[in-house]
């Protein structure tokens, strides 16, 4: 049963361009939208949310964009920067319940 | 504030031990959360826990226990190890924001070896 799908599991971009990762759901009950970064051997640590009302959040070089009627997310780093290369990880809220995507590496090469 | 803190790093368990996973958080957050990950996978929730009392679970809470006897303290417990809780564990806090918006705090986990 899997509500949640990263079906890129790595990603590598140049210092400088876009980053995208995206991540595929299929159930319409989340209410909330997260984006965690995860380094070897830490927890993961939150980095950018959205709602189920919008569409778009922003926050400095991350932007979350959210398409409910293709049950997809995406998030945007730009400019993409060397300490950027992590595991990212997409959760998505139903009350209590969090589910989490497999994670998609990614390597920013300078 | 410390955040999130979990105890042992690391620990290795033949089949059939018991053992207990400690997690303690120091910012009053009234959520807290076991995840498991496994390799190449996402993290899984174990049992989550709302308040102080009371607890539920989550995906997969077959083979461990949970108790929430304070605000601070979230231990998991693990009656009978199987090979198949070999896992990365994640302890996790919240606290729900009036926008309805709840950012977890985890901590820097725990690895299981069971043999």
């Known amino acids: 049963d899997q509500q949640v799908k990263q079906n890129s599991p790595s990603l590598s971009v140049q210092e400088g361009r876009i980053s995208i990762l995206n991540c595929d759901y299929t159930?319409?009950?989340?209410?909330?939208f997260l984006w965690y970064k995860k380094y070897p051997a830490e927890g993961p640590t939150f980095l950018i949310s959205i709602s189920s009302i919008k569409d778009k959040n922003e926050d400095g070089r991350f932007t979350v964009f959210l398409n409910k009627s293709a049950k997809h997310l995406s998030l945007h780093i730009v400019p993409s920067q060397p300490g950027d290369s992590a595991v990212y990880f997409c959760a998505l809220r139903n009350n209590n319940d969090m589910r989490f995507g497999a994670g998609t590496r990614l390597t920013v090469k300078p | 504030n410390a955040g999130v803190t979990q105890t042992p790093k690391f620990r290795i368990l033949k089949i059939g031990q018991s053992m207990t996973l400690q997690c303690t958080q120091d910012?009053?957050?009234?959520?807290m959360y076991w995840y498991r990950q496994d390799p190449g996978m996402g993290l899984k929730l174990i049992y989550y826990?709302?308040?102080?009392?009371?607890?539920d679970k989550g995906e997969v809470p077959n083979g461990y226990n949970v108790s929430r006897s304070t605000t601070e303290d979230f231990p998991l417990r693990l009656e009978l190890a199987a090979p198949s809780q070999t896992s990365v564990y994640f302890c996790a806090s919240s606290y729900l924001r009036a926008s309805g918006e709840s950012t977890q705090y985890f901590g820097p986990g725990t690895r299981l070896t069971v043999l």
């Open positions: 910012m009053n957050h009234n959520y």
């Open positions: 159930n319409s009950m989340f209410d909330y």
């Open positions: 826990s709302v308040g102080a009392g009371i607890t």
